[in-house]
């Protein structure tokens, strides 16, 4: 019988072998939702979804991921990447530590270093080691058992001859992913891990997240505007509520933030509307709307409440207004 440190020692250093298939994801009853793959540049993470059936080339460090239609989606030579995610045509690039692949399928496309398989996050064996046939290559299966917030165990295929893991799978959930008519140990040409097309870089990326998050915030200021027939919201204490960012909840309610200050209103109900806050507020209503604001780090007196009030909802009656301070802390319900 095959020990799992025999196991371990192949899924950690191999023999590196270069590898090309296509990677399936496996779930129940068709319900496959793609495998998703995970960029990251510094703060700045990127989801890419490249559907079931993509194809894979590894050697090393050396990675390319291509969609089902051969458009390639990731690409790494070891030391830079190019992140093809909303930009097909110029991929984002930078060293391999800013743009590279983080994400569930991590362990079919990276070996987990020793260090990693040091803690109990499906690092030991639940059961014996088996040598089976699977993708059509000779196999070691192990179950590994999960962590204490984890609800069941993982099976593990590793190819004996490279230790490269080819399929894991959650069995009692029937969900996970493997390697599909895997090549394992042919020469592949550096010319796959490399782009010489044009780039995006790391600044010019960033610069266009920025832009699109500040157009984002203006169309949110103004849609509140559009709302309330106010941008700018001074009491005369200069508690300043104008908005950071507006969740917006259908038809017409929103929850408004920034630093200091919280204000929310939905739909007039039938009972006074009490949201479950942290800091001290004040709840009201006004014929078609009920609302709620706070100072996060202070508390209104009735006179700034009143000018904001006039400031919402100019000219219109108020009732059920209350003073609140809560025990605990929260966010709006």
Known sequence: MTAWIEVLTALTTGPDLPIRAAIREVAPKEETAGVAFFASAGKLPVVVAVGD??????????LRVEDGQGRPVFITDGARGWDFSGHAERPRTGPIDRVRYFGEHQFLLERRPASEWAGDDFTQPAGPVEEVDFAGRRCWTVELAPPPHKPMPLRIWVDIES?????????QAGVGAQFEDPVIGEEIDDAVFTWAGPVLTMEEYEREQRDRREAEHAAQIARFAELVGASSLDTRVRVDFTPETVHFREPGGFDAYNRHTMLSRRPRGPEAWTPSWGPVHYVWSTPGWDWAAAVIEHDLDEDALRTLQN???????????????????????
């Open 53 to 62: 059936g993509c194809r894979v080339w590894r050697a090393g460090k050396k």
């Open 163 to 171: 230790g490269q893991m080819l399929g894991y799978r959650a069995e």
């Open 311 to 333: 400031s919402l909802h100019p000219g219109e009656p108020v009732d059920r207004q209350r003073r609140i301070e809560p025990p605990g802390r929260g966010w709006v319900r």
